[in-house]
């Protein structure tokens, strides 16, 4: 799916990604600089790689969204793709890809292999005292 945007007088200098961030409400900064940098995005009709690049008032910013991109979290993994290598009614045991935070913390409140065993398995105990 593609989507064209102006620039408005205000964003006049902004930086692309923080633009895109602004104008595209739930997209990440960091998955709308993965687009830019796969030549997904064009200012003014000139393909751009650059995230940084600043954006001028008036022109028009156009990004290729994939239309059937799963959700993903934090750190880029899709969301439903939580590899269980074994479960029973007491057990889960997962295949955690590098990368994933396991618990939520300050800077990942979500997005956290907690978020997606809940997920699947419903409210999970309470792992503190």
């Not at 200012?43 to 001028?56: E, I, N």
């Not at 750190?75 to 269980?84: A, D, F, K, N, S």
Request: proline share 8%.
């Amino acid at each position: 799916m593609s989507q064209s945007i102006q620039v408005p007088q205000e964003q006049h200098e902004e930086r692309l990604d923080r633009f895109l961030a602004s104008q595209l409400v739930g997209h990440s900064r960091s998955r709308l600089q993965r687009l830019v940098r796969a030549g997904r995005v064009t200012v003014g009709g000139d393909p751009v790689t650059r995230p940084s690049t600043q954006v001028a008032a008036g022109s028009v910013v156009s990004i290729d969204l994939p239309s059937e991109e799963a959700p993903t979290t934090a750190t880029g993994i899709p969301v439903h793709e939580l590899v269980v290598l074994f479960e029973d009614e007491h057990l889960a045991v997962i295949d955690k890809p590098a990368g994933l935070v396991t618990h939520p913390n300050e800077r990942f409140p979500s997005g956290t292999v907690a978020d997606l065993a809940a997920e699947r398995w419903g409210s999970l105990p309470d792992t503190e005292g």
